[in-house]
């Protein structure tokens, strides 16, 4: 990894909007905002101070990083869009992380040591997004999504580390699990700069030629509208 690599990642696959540029080891601008909704008109500015911030111009970037869910299904549209549309108008290939991983590698090491690593991603209606790592951040399976009752019966027999959105309301199904759990001391939500570190490991194997793809793991929460009674058919 060149010394001075340059890259801009952002996130808005959650309930926050988030910016950060990196260069070499060095974080050189971030910032965080938490927010439900919003993040289509937030991000591009949050983008654009980040790198007036770092003292840097577009042509400047090397690559650019982005979170692609699963989370919620318009803030991980508008992340990849946004990405897309910069390294479409730049010329720079985009580096793609799962949320599930920017949070996993947000954990230290003394907090992983002897636990599995489970992240839950709050996805409404009572259901999460999980995944989990062993104490080195390899996988322990693919990505799935779980409901309060199908929860522990997908978690291995041993001490767990968990964080993400999902864990105040997985507790009552947690309590089931006959292991010790604790909570990562690290943020629910997705860090840009937890994020620019993931993509700078991957920037020698990814050269721009792989395409970042949503992560969804199920389909939209689309409530159709209902007839309108007032109108009668002819």
Do not use: W
Not at 72 to 94: C, D, H, M
Not at 143 to 165: D, H, K, W, Y
């Amino acid at each position: 990894m060149a010394d001075n690599l340059r890259i801009l990642a952002f996130d808005t696959s959650g309930n926050s909007c988030a910016a950060a540029v990196l260069e070499g080891d060095r974080i050189l601008a971030a910032e965080q905002q938490l927010m439900e909704r919003g993040q289509a008109e937030r991000l591009v500015p949050m983008i654009e101070t980040v790198l007036e911030t770092a003292k840097l111009s577009h042509d400047q970037l090397d690559a650019l990083a982005v979170t692609t869910g699963p989370g919620a299904f318009t803030g991980v549209r508008i992340g990849l869009a946004t990405a897309r549309g910069y390294g479409l108008a730049l010329g720079l290939p985009q580096i793609g992380a799962s949320s599930l991983e920017v949070l996993a590698a947000a954990t230290t090491p003394a907090e992983r040591r002897d636990r599995a690593l489970l992240i839950l991603i709050d996805a409404k209606r009572r259901d999460f997004f999980a995944q989990l790592f062993d104490e080195n951040l390899i996988p322990m399976g693919n990505p799935f999504s779980a409901s309060s009752e199908t929860l522990v019966a997908q978690l291995p027999a041993m001490p767990l580390l968990i964080t993400g959105s999902g864990c105040d309301q997985a507790e009552p199904a947690l309590d089931r699990h006959p292991f010790d759990i604790r909570r990562s001391a690290a943020p629910s939500y997705c860090q840009a700069v937890i994020l620019a570190r993931l993509a700078a490991t991957r920037y020698s194997t990814n050269n721009g030629k792989t395409q970042p793809a949503p992560l969804y793991l199920r389909s939209p929460d689309v409530t159709l509208p209902s007839k309108d009674p007032r109108k009668t058919e002819k």
